[in-house]
């Protein structure tokens, strides 16, 4: 064990240097890596309380107000959000628990101190069972939030940043994954902890995990991957104007009768990138380049049904006017964009 106890000072240390590089380093994510600093603070206060409790005996020193089980998780959260450019409403619910473990701690720590006894029946009463599982359940919702945030910002990141790489929060995901398991599992090995060997793996675990999260938060200390609120709407307005000039165009060309037409040979006839239109159609039109094509072709099918020269001509007739050059195609977009078959449509339309 005084390897284990070897180990846990140097990640104290470790921590109190991470700590300190995360709030006062200057960069353009000064203020969100804050969060993380403040993170790896009270992880610092929880290695201080270690060696407090190994010092001092009184029964009140296990009521010392200042532990953090329900608000290390809200510092990786609010990274996470920030860093996606998420505006919480009314972040400081987020605090509640917090406070509240803050003062009831600090109600019994008095009573405590003046009456020893009190632990002795806070004890037979399960009452830090109550807390742990309290406390890792809470751990738990707020790890499943950030990996919900961390895999939206993932997904959002290649419409803000050519080059993406390391500009993730996947290393955030994998240690929040790995709280989810600790804490699941965490009331379990309480059981079993009079097992040396067993705590001793799950102590590695912890530092090994606390270990993994310090080189990552060093790794994208400065590396700028944040989508603030402004560029969302800079972006969103630029991919607007884009549509709005892809329907001006297929407006004034019908560019969409075209059956052999493709991303390719259309972006080079509007004189647009390839990869702008894409994104244009997907984010504002939540289509892929196919899918608006298609819905274009519909269109201009139920306009022609509509007038009395086409009437005289098939279906199949009249959707290869339009740009499909497969009936089994035709049939298939025309059910998924309208909602019923051709058929029925167009008897809906001679009645």
């Known amino acids: 064990m005084k390897i284990i106890d070897g180990l846990f000072l140097i990640s104290g240390l470790q921590t109190f240097v991470i700590s300190v590089i995360l709030l006062f ?19 610092l206060v929880e290695f201080v309380l270690l060696y407090v409790f190994n010092m001092i005996k009184h029964p009140a020193v296990h009521y010392l107000p200042f532990r953090f089980d329900f608000l290390s998780m809200n510092f990786l959260f609010f990274y996470a ?45 399960d009452f830090f069972l109550i807390i742990r599982s309290l406390a890792s359940l809470y ?23 050519e080059n993406t790489k390391f500009k993730s929060l996947s290393w955030l995901t994998i240690f929040c994954v790995i709280c989810i398991c600790f804490n699941l599992f965490n009331n379990a090995v309480q059981v079993f902890a009079e097992w040396k060997y067993l705590r001793i793996a799950i102590d590695s675990m912890y530092l090994l995990s606390l270990y993994y999260i ?42 969409y009768l075209n059956p052999s037409i493709n991303l390719k040979t259309f972006a080079k006839d509007i004189k647009l990138p390839e990869r702008l239109i894409s994104k244009a159609i997907n984010k504002i039109e939540d289509k892929n380049f ?10 201009e099918f139920k306009k022609l049904l509509s007038m009395d020269r086409h009437k005289k001509f098939s279906i199949s007739a009249i959707a290869n006017e339009v740009g499909f050059n497969s009936r089994a195609s035709f049939y298939k977009n025309f059910k998924e964009i309208v909602g019923v078959s051709p058929s029925i449509y167009a008897k809906k339309e001679k009645v």
């Open 25 to 43: 380093f200057r960069s353009k994510k000064a203020r969100i890596n804050r969060y993380l600093g403040l993170f790896f603070v009270t992880l």
């Open 81 to 125: 959000v920030e860093t996606s450019g998420i505006r919480l409403k009314n972040r400081f619910y987020y605090y509640f628990p917090a406070i509240f473990e803050f003062l009831v701690f600090s109600v019994l720590f008095i009573a405590v101190l003046q009456n020893p006894e009190l632990h002795v029946v806070l004890k037979n009463n």
């Open 139 to 161: 751990i738990v919702i707020l790890s499943f939030l950030t990996i919900k945030v961390n895999l939206k910002h993932k997904k959002q990141l290649p419409d803000f940043y």
């Open 214 to 255: 310090t080189i990552a938060s060093l790794v994208q200390i400065n590396i700028i991957n944040i989508i603030s609120p402004e560029e969302k709407k800079r972006v969103t307005a630029e991919l607007e104007d884009v549509i709005k000039t892809i329907e001006e165009y297929m407006t004034e060309t019908k560019a």
């Open 290 to 299: 196919n899918n608006y094509i298609n819905y274009y072709r519909i269109e």
